[in-house]
């Protein structure tokens, strides 16, 4: 699974990289980002736009928000076939930019998490799919979910998922509307190459969503 990530790269990076058209969210440098939090998101319907949606995805359908909470990830393989996620991923794909992600690796009793980055330590896009949610008020809420797919040689050793990290070259196809092909859609879902990542130790303090600073990603050896 993936259950929090980073993104410390200001907005102005993040639009550069990304090509975004439109920003509609000024996002502070995040280092321990939770499920249920607001995080950057860019759409494309006409202009490739940079926002903020609730990360959980809430389908249309649901008559309760706290669905959100069951729906942080999408598994690859089952996309077409789960009622909560087969509409949005012909019609509402999405990229979620990271620079890192963490996740926890168990041995024995132990659990010592770690964060994941490119090893050129750039920006890089999760595969996402969103959902606007209409409350009985009348207000929308945008809610997203992080692609997660078989790992690749070095998460295997960690955990048996990792997020779908799309190549570069692949994310304005992932973005496109056009683009309905449920074969060629899934077809860019895949782990990504060994060596492009790099793992090393962090502190004990990201176990703590409230903990979110800059020590979060610092290089950690073996806690006791």
Known sequence: ??????????????????????VMFEFSP???IAPSQPIAVITQNGVRALGAHRWGL?????????IGNRMINARAETLAEKPSFKTALTRRRCLIPA???????????????????????ELFALAGLWEEWTAPDGSPLRTCTIITTSPNSLMS????????????EDEAT??????????????????????????????KRVNAPAFDDESCIATLEDEE
């Not at 963490?102 to 009793?109: F, I």
């Not at 050793?157 to 570069?168: V, Y």
């Open 99 to 121: 620079d890192g992600f963490y996740e926890w690796k168990k041995e024995g009793k132990t659990s010592t998490p770690l964060r994941m980055r490119l090893q050129s330590d």
């Open 157 to 168: 050793s960690i955990h048996n998922r990792m997020p779908a990290i799309l190549q570069p």
């Open 30 to 32: 995040r280092y321990n």
């Open 1 to 22: 699974m993936c259950g929090r990530f980073t993104l410390h790269h200001s907005t102005a990076e993040i639009a550069k990289r990304f090509a975004v058209q439109e």
């Open 174 to 203: 992932w973005l496109d509307p056009t683009l309905k092909d449920v074969p060629e859609i899934l077809s860019l879902l895949h782990p990504y190459p060994d060596g492009a990542l790099e793992s090393h130790v962090v502190s």
């Open 58 to 66: 809430v389908p249309s359908w649901a008559k309760d928000p706290q």
